[in-house]
């Protein structure tokens, strides 16, 4: 597959990807994630308790929350705690965050405790909700194995790997891992959480501008799949 | 296909479905649409303004808000004006219902108004999201045609018919059009919204319990085509 | 007493009612109530606990919601939800549909159980508070019958019935059963709430426009007393 | 009519009222007003502009807002500001004095300004509501007077005076201006607002631990336009 | 020191200051303190439990909370109730008044209890955080007197007084105790707590309008002084 | 002076300080502000137009908010979107930051635009407050001179530097640049802001455990003076 595009990549390419494991001190799991000029601040941290709805039920529990830094877009955005809520946005990726994750996660195995992850955009340009899960993923490794060697857990709570990309029809062309100007312009968006096995955890595909055919849904899976497999090799490399 | 369920129905069996135009009589557009014992009341209302980020674009809008009655489900639900806000489910799926009647309205040809859609809740057995949409298609067009009789819109906005329905894997196999109990217990959940050409305006689909295959994925898509093309006929039938 | 109204009436007649029982499946009372053009939903819902404030006083509790539908009014009404609480005027109205069907109960006999009351609008055409509070007695009273069938209550915690009425003076006549179109006109307003013994529950008399006498007032409770005692028969038949 | 109470009143007795006009400097109309121990400060502001939904339709407005000092009550209130909003008893006493006010004010004559009533209660003995419409009636008045001096406005757009006072049923007996032992253990409770013609402007009666008889109703309206005239006294004489 | 001041005073005046204990009933600290027209009420009610966070310590606490009646200053002030939540400045108060009375209290020795010191702003000339430890004091010490009369408390938590004053730099003069007009002049305010011993508790200065210099400093620490002493005299000759 | 801290460090020194400009890209001025282990991401954005209590002034404005991530401190924090507003912490903070940078700009001079300065803690280890005001000066400058680069601004409005430090008595010794440990165990807590002049912009100082003397306050303004003409020559350096 060809194509040039404003950074120089081909349809088929991810932007590059850079981990820094350890990167604030407090959280078992902090990872910054960075594609590209989007940098996610992907923390877990260990509760040790469920919520009230969970009590009784002998599992534990992985919920995640989003949110930008007013300076991470151009043209601020308002600041959280003067706004009193979640916005519509964010509360749809705080759902697919926890999704995802839980996904990957014997909720028995981790007995009866809470991993929050916590995704923070320092710097927004496209795909944060993305590199959230990927990024997530290798944060809640790091907390799992923290509980591992803190004698506090016998077995390995994670069945496996999650990571997630977006793909898009942009000018009638699907490209994968769209940067914002391309996202912006982009007549199809489809986000896909994958596993190693090459499964599906999360497909969100809409119709931005127009409806799209399942030709082109084919398309697009068959480019997510690529760009997962990739990063789920770059989150074993990163360990 | 077959295959035998709770009440009856064949695995790719629609539920009933009985669609009540002109049901209140304040709003333009305003029907009960009643699959098996899911009963929504969507009612598509105009207000002679655009919301203030579209002002100066010459264009109109298409929105949609969605609210469960307390009594509608076993177990009363907590009032949305003691609540204070909008839940995450709420708010995933007032995006979804915009967006999808947007996606078949040419919005510049609607003028300088707002078509608000509210989806209420009065019984919930399942698949509420989807009945919404198609639902609130049909008070839309009745809307838009109220619009035309009253000399206020030239053309048609409308540029085709959108319906919306929900698969799933249960116990392994994909069924179409889950009631609650199937749903509740699903491993798979799917919902899909398409145009009458048969293409997608919005995929969601979830592993719930575990990650699903490409052939699952294929065969729930083939049940929602299913689906989805008999809810347009009777979308075309009521009117 | 004679004169006509927009809709025929005589000064002193109510405008038509039509209850229908069991109007949805989930709450053990569910009645839809209309009258005239006024549509309101009245469901009663069991909760097995009481408020904190009740804890330890041995007695059950009857409280209410009310809310209307967007898409209840000509000019849609802003959603409960994005609204953020009840406004000045539902508040006033839950506070008495609480008090009236208190009222009637003998809450120790009830057990340690609070019976919500859901006032819903579907449409409003003038009355909903009064409508409301005679429909949702017959919720009430499915719902305490369903308790006794289900042998979760010995003797019978209702001490009689209660039903409301609006009346008010228009163009200086009192009138009975105000439609919105009379209500929005009237000089004096009066909602009275009564036993089938002719005793008051509540009475609220407000000059809208000017003072009103005590032979205004007298000649308003007659016209509420002949109501209600239409609407405590009507009650009894629809049982 | 006779019979002792706690205080050693009759029941058709009024507490001894005290009115200090001028308690504060900074709001036009300022008065402290003191029914036995009960002790509500009044106040009325002017703003040179009126609400939104008066814009354009040539007339003024008077509202009201009332509340309570933490301190006020045996047993800490907790704050407004803590709270958020204000409660369901509040929003009904600011609904009450706005009315009453406004029906003794030819709003058209007050001019393109508003008129703030403020309400706050220092302590509470009962009866605090109708205090409140009775001290604040003087503030509005000062505050008229003051327009008027200061050559803002050329007529009095005052009709007339209005004053409110408690009466109830207590152990059988009904009783004037009741005290808050008094009011907690009353069977039936009425406020009467009343012009010094003696015409209604709000009747609110309820039967908190049982309905009420037509006789009781009349005996308790005799009281209430007793005290009423007592009060309307009062203030004439206070200014 | 000389220098004249609109009310003329010389630089080095406190206004006069009146204390009235017991100004209400209910609360059993209550004091209306005055200086000059600033007029707060202070009490100090006792809540017979601590605030979760200190659970399981074996201590009392003391909190503080502050607002300004609607009619308090000129230009009405909007209502606590309907913002919602203190704002900004309300809650730098609150925090200053809590630490303050903390600061020579014995919690320990407390027992198991709260003090909720309550500050309430009827008139606003300047200095109503200063009035409001001066008097809240004094309030605490009411309060505490009252739980030693009662036998609830054996020794004495009250370690010493504590004071506080208004000290600002107004067209280039160190000036103590600013009333509204010079405060809104000043270049410099720093506002102290002071104990009888002349320790600090808290210190608080702002250059408003530009920095200011260590001698500037030096001079408004002498003058706070002086104010301190005084009013801590005054609180010891009202007891 | 001498004496040994758990990182080795005199009572008087400062950690060490990191300072990387530029550290985002949409933000005209982006300082990652690191010492020791705290670390605050403090940025500069423009915005062009004015709060509305400024309209028609002629000025312009310079405004802060700060906000800590849930993973910035042991024991995760809640997250700002879900609490609804900030806390009294945060409030007070965000006053501090706004008026320590207003005091060094010619707010006319800057044009009819406002300044949005957001200190975001990652790490919070002591001291952000203190280490936001010298990042956020930092940020300002950038963005200041981003302006002029462009064009926008004639003269220079910032008429100076600021800086600031927290002090402490900790075991009855003065330190300075007090880490969260020490914070945590300190008697005596004191921020001060101060110009490249060696003047006073803001002075907080609290006696968290008791109260202090006038020698612990001249010590500890030492301490700062010390501190701050540090901090005042790495913001110079680091540009």
Redesign the interface.
């Known amino acids: 597959m060809t194509g040039t595009r404003r950074d120089g990549r081909a349809a088929d390419d991810l932007r590059p990807v850079r981990i820094t494991r350890g990167y604030?001190?407090?959280?078992p799991g902090?990872v910054l994630y960075e594609c590209g000029?989007t940098?996610v601040?992907c923390?877990a941290?260990v509760?040790e308790a469920v919520p009230e709805f969970l009590e009784g039920r002998g599992t534990g529990w992985v919920t995640a929350?989003y949110?930008m830094?007013?300076?991470?877009?151009?043209g601020?955005k308002r600041?959280?705690?003067?706004?009193?809520?979640?916005d519509?946005r964010?509360?749809?990726i705080?759902?697919i965050l926890g999704?995802a994750l839980r996904?990957v996660t014997d909720l028995p195995a981790l007995g009866l405790r809470t991993i929050?992850i916590?995704v923070?955009v320092?710097?927004a340009d496209g795909g944060t909700r993305t590199a959230g899960v990927t990024g997530a993923w290798i944060a809640l490794a790091d907390a799992v194995a923290r509980l591992r060697a803190d004698g506090k857990l016998a077995g390995d709570p994670l069945r496996g790997q999650v990571a997630a990309v977006s793909v898009g029809v942009v000018g009638g062309t699907p490209m994968l891992d769209l940067a914002y100007n391309e996202d912006a312009g982009a007549e199809v968006d489809?986000n896909v959480v994958?596993?190693e096995?090459?499964?599906?955890?999360?497909?969100?595909?809409?119709?931005e501008k127009?409806?799209?055919?399942?030709a082109e849904?084919e398309a697009m899976?068959a480019l997510a799949r690529k760009g997962c497999m990739e990063l789920l090799s770059l989150q074993r490399e990163s360990r």
Chains 1, 2, 3, 4, 5, 6 share one sequence.
Do not use: N
């Open positions: 604030t001190e407090f959280a902090s000029r940098r601040l923390t941290t509760e929350e949110g830094l007013p300076s991470s877009t151009p601020r600041r959280a705690s003067s706004r009193g809520r979640p519509g964010e509360v749809e705080q759902r999704r996904a929050w916590d923070d320092l710097q489809l994958m596993t096995a090459g499964d599906f955890v999360e497909i969100q595909g809409t119709g127009r409806a799209f055919t399942p849904l899976l």
